[in-house]
Structures are given as C-alpha cells and as structure tokens.
C-alpha cells in the first residue's frame, strides 16, 4: 500500500454533559474513544456500524468542524488537528465532504452556478469570470448534470440531483480527500446505485480518497477497498472488503453481515439476531463494550478491554477468542477457510 494521505492515531471525542444551563459538567458522552486507521491516495475505506456508534462523529473530527477530545489526524504528513484555523484553511480545499440530507445540504437561497462558484472563489482557483464560468460548467458534466441546469434553485431538483449538485460543490475544491458522510442513505434504491458509480467513475479519473460512512452492507461490499467496523465510540475490525465479507473476525461484525440480504435466489444465511440495546455511550461497559451482546463472550470479555491486533495479514481484530485455541473460536479455523472459498 503507498503512503497513507489521512491517518488517524488514537482519535477521542467526548462530549461534555452540563447539569442545567449554566450548571458544571456531570459527564461525558464517549463518542469517539480512541480509534486507529488510514486511507490510502485513490483508496475507499467504509467506516461502518449501527447508528449512534461515532461515525460521523469521526468524519467530523477530521474535518475539524470541532476541537477533538485527543488523539492525531495528519493530512499527507502534516498534523492538522491542533493547527491554527488560519494555516489551517488552505489545507481545507484538499478535505471535502458529501453530506446525508441532499435536501438542507444546498442554500435553499442560492443558485447551482452560485453554490458550486463559492468554493472555487473562496480557494482562489479561478483566473477570471470566464475561468469561474468554464470551471462551473466542468463541473455540471463531471456530475451528468445538463450545463443549463445551473440556472436553476436547489427545489427544482430531485434528490439524487441534488446529491449529484453536492458532490459537484465538493470537486469545485479539486480535493484528494471526500468524506462521504451517509451520502446515499436518503435516495432510493436505483438512484442509490447511480450515485456509487458516479462516485467510484470519479474516483479513477480524479484519483480521489473517499471516507465513506455507512450503514448500508451492500452498497459498501460494492463499492470500497477495505472495511471498518464500528461499535459504540470503537473500531473492532479492519481488513479488506472481500476477507472482511467472507471470514469476519469478530462477533460484531458477524453479526452485521449476517443481516445483509443473499443476492443468489434460493441461498439461505443463519441471521445471528444480537440481544439486548446498544449500551449508552455515557457509561460503556467495562472490558469488551460488546460482550453485553455477544453470543461468545467469557468471562476476560467482561474485564479486559481488547486491543485492536492483527490475525491476519491486513486483518486487524479486536476480540479476545483469537487468544484462545483454534478449536474454541467460533470465528477462525476451517469455517473461515471454508467461507473465503466459498465466496
């Protein structure tokens, strides 16, 4: 793998709770506690996992729309997460993002020419009027939308093209990074597939980076490079999308998978159905924060906390069944074996 573009060490970002409104902090809400990755120039990793788990907490982190909590984010080498806003902002053309609601995305006030010109004009990209003009346009044909369209409001689109107008307002900054924050999760199911494609088309032309946030299993098995995994403010798996899918190492993401519908008719999956809610990220549990719900947990699950280790090549894990004898983990052994091949 080539140099990392963002990495991301040890990232935490808690939310003080107040007691009344002028009242003292009572608590913390550990959205984000602790998480470890990088992405790769031209590669797509998802971060996925239930909702309320901090993932685009971390999204937003990144993008320094708030002071993080602890931890380092370095952008091509150099460390952003306590630089100063103003040598911070032309490092910001380079990080872009694709929000979740197409909808309360766009100024309702403002034409398409004038939300996709605003980024440009703020970067100083643009020579002359024309230039904006031409960039403007560029952009239209980037995203499949008809050049006349930037004449229009955002409420005269549908919502796929207002998500096609979002990622243009996104390009407009000739970014190596987007994060794509839920960015299909409110379309329907076609224009969902047209929106991955167009994302992933731009990808191979631009050679973009793409964080993508998701809940969505399917459209994340089609469209990125490695996977992940998410539960309750931390990363318990990492690995690439086809030895993620096919042999899981770790109940969660087992779990998750187990959910996702069989694209072959007839092919039948054992749904692994988790007990109990989500613990509340105010007070997480001690040791494993997944054992509460996991069908495997023994007693060290309940006073350790695991590290995030590699059991493979590529695949990292944070379980502690792969302490334990082959013949005693439900997750490794021939079933994974068995499972890679089959898929």
């Known amino acids: 793998m080539s140099t990392p573009l963002l990495e991301v060490n040890d990232l935490?970002?808690?939310?003080?709770?107040?007691?009344?409104?002028?009242?003292?902090?009572?608590?913390?809400?550990?959205?984000?506690?602790?998480?470890?990755?990088?992405?790769?120039?031209?590669?797509?990793?998802?971060?996925?996992g239930e909702s309320g788990c901090g993932k685009s907490t971390v999204g937003k982190a990144i993008l320094r729309l708030f002071d993080i909590t602890g931890g380092q984010v370095t952008l091509d080498g150099t460390r952003i997460d306590d630089m100063p806003a103003g040598t911070l902002r032309p490092l910001r053309r380079r990080m872009q993002v694709v929000f979740q609601d197409p909808y309360s995305s766009l100024n309702p006030r403002m034409r398409v020419r004038d939300i996709l010109a605003e980024p440009i004009r703020n970067f100083g990209l643009a020579k002359d009027a024309a230039d904006l003009e031409k960039r403007v346009g560029d952009l239209m044909?980037?995203?499949?939308?008809?050049?006349?369209?930037?004449?229009?409001?955002?409420?005269?689109?549908?919502?796929?093209?207002?998500?096609?107008?979002?990622?243009?307002r996104a390009l407009a900054a000739e970014p190596d990074l987007i994060i794509c924050d839920e960015a299909v999760s409110a379309l329907d199911v076609s224009v969902k597939a047209q929106i991955v494609n167009l994302l992933q088309d731009l990808q191979k032309e631009l050679g973009l980076a793409l964080?993508?946030?998701?809940?969505?299993?399917?459209?994340?098995?089609?469209?990125?490079?490695?996977?992940?995994?998410?539960?309750?403010?931390?990363?318990?798996?990492?690995?690439?999308?086809?030895?993620?899918?096919?042999?899981?190492?770790?109940?969660?993401?087992?779990?998750l998978l187990s959910a996702v519908p069989v694209p072959?008719?007839?092919a039948q999956r054992e749904?692994?159905?988790?007990?109990?809610?989500?613990?509340?990220?105010?007070?997480?549990?001690?040791?494993?924060?997944?054992?509460?719900?996991?069908?495997?947990?023994?007693?060290?699950?309940?006073?350790?906390?695991?590290?995030?280790?590699?059991?493979?090549?590529?695949?990292?894990?944070?379980?502690?069944?792969?302490?334990?004898?082959?013949?005693?983990?439900?997750?490794?052994?021939?079933?994974?074996?068995?499972?890679?091949a089959k898929h």
């Open 141 to 168: 044909d980037r995203v499949r939308l008809p050049r006349d369209a930037v004449g229009r409001w955002p409420h005269e689109f549908s919502g796929g093209q207002r998500q096609r107008i979002g990622i243009a």
């Open 211 to 255: 964080l993508f946030i998701s809940h969505d299993l399917a459209i994340v098995e089609h469209m990125t490079h490695r996977v992940a995994v998410m539960y309750l403010g931390k990363i318990v798996e990492v690995a690439p999308k086809r030895e993620l899918f096919a042999a899981p190492k770790h109940p969660y993401t087992e779990a």
């Open 271 to 340: 749904r692994i159905i988790l007990k109990g809610d989500v613990p509340s990220p105010i007070n997480p549990p001690k040791g494993c924060r997944f054992h509460t719900r996991c069908p495997y947990a023994f007693d060290r699950c309940r006073q350790d906390e695991p590290a995030l280790r590699q059991t493979e090549p590529g695949h990292w894990s944070a379980c502690h069944l792969h302490d334990r004898p082959a013949a005693e983990n439900p997750l490794a052994g021939a079933k994974g074996a068995a499972l890679i």
């Open 12 to 48: 935490k970002k808690h939310f003080p709770i107040r007691a009344g409104f002028l009242g003292g902090v009572t608590g913390h809400v550990y959205a984000v506690d602790g998480i470890s990755f990088s992405i790769a120039k031209g590669e797509t990793l998802s971060l996925v």
């Open 264 to 266: 072959e008719p007839g």
